[in-house]
């Protein structure tokens, strides 16, 4: 069974830094692109960033573009946002995910 | 950029047959997954590939696709199916995912 689990929400003012992680087991880790999705408050899913299975392709929507970095680590089975000057707008559950599931979602809050 | 079209809402009663649909000029190139999300929780993967159940995942729901449009169908819709629904797919070099904007489906 897809289990994939974030780490690293939380409470930070405007300008800070955050770096999100996702373990993932109950698939074969290094066969899959894997995704972040944030989902703000009242709003529908909202595509973040993306990368290859071996992290020769990334995508970043133009919202994060220049703050957030993806990155992962297939001897982990994780992979990683960093989020650099955050803004109130980016404030919404964030999501890791793959073609097979989802996981439960880690609470990001920017405000002063 | 490239965007997914869903109806907002869809409303259906107990037993009937919910069908929410999801538009794109690239959908023809790019496979199609539906995700179901419930108040509070996280979204639950329930078609990926078009048409392929996950595991766990009950047989009343199906997905089909024809052109550039996509159907999610709910047969025998029950009262703990009400939710959002949301399909996603990928750009044409399918680096970038894209989502519909939601339906909420509401069980009368």
């Known amino acids: 069974e897809v289990h994939l689990a974030e780490s690293g929400g939380g409470l930070v003012q405007p300008g800070r830094s955050l770096r999100l992680s996702c373990t993932a087991s109950?698939?074969?880790?290094?066969?899959?692109?894997m995704h972040w999705v944030r989902q703000a408050p009242g709003k529908g899913l909202e595509w973040v960033s993306s990368?290859?299975?071996?992290?020769?392709?990334?995508g970043y929507a133009d919202s994060v573009k220049g703050r957030f970095t993806i990155s992962r680590d297939n001897a982990k089975n994780a992979f990683y946002l960093q989020m650099n000057s955050l803004r109130v707008e980016d404030t919404a559950f964030y999501y890791c995910?793959?073609?097979?599931?989802w996981g439960q979602g880690t609470l990001v809050t920017v405000s002063s | 950029s490239y965007e997914l079209t869903q109806p907002p809402s869809v409303s259906v009663s107990p037993g009937q047959t919910a069908r929410i649909t999801c538009s794109g000029d690239?959908?023809?190139?790019?496979?199609v997954y539906w995700s179901q999300q419930k108040p509070g929780q996280a979204p639950v993967l329930i078609i990926k590939?078009?048409?392929e159940r996950p595991s766990g995942i009950p047989e009343r729901f199906s997905g089909s696709s024809s052109g550039t449009t996509v159907t999610l169908t709910i047969s025998g819709v029950q009262a703990e199916d009400e939710a959002d629904y949301y399909c996603?797919?990928?750009?044409?070099?399918?680096?970038?995912?894209?989502f519909g904007g939601g339906t909420k489906l509401t069980v009368l």
């Open positions: 995910a793959t073609e097979e599931g």
């Open positions: 109950g698939f074969n880790f290094d066969d899959y692109a």
């Open positions: 990368i290859s299975w071996n992290s020769g392709n990334i």
């Open positions: 690239s959908l023809p190139q790019q496979f």
């Open positions: 590939k078009d048409s």
């Open positions: 996603q797919s990928a750009d044409n070099s399918g680096t970038y995912w894209v």
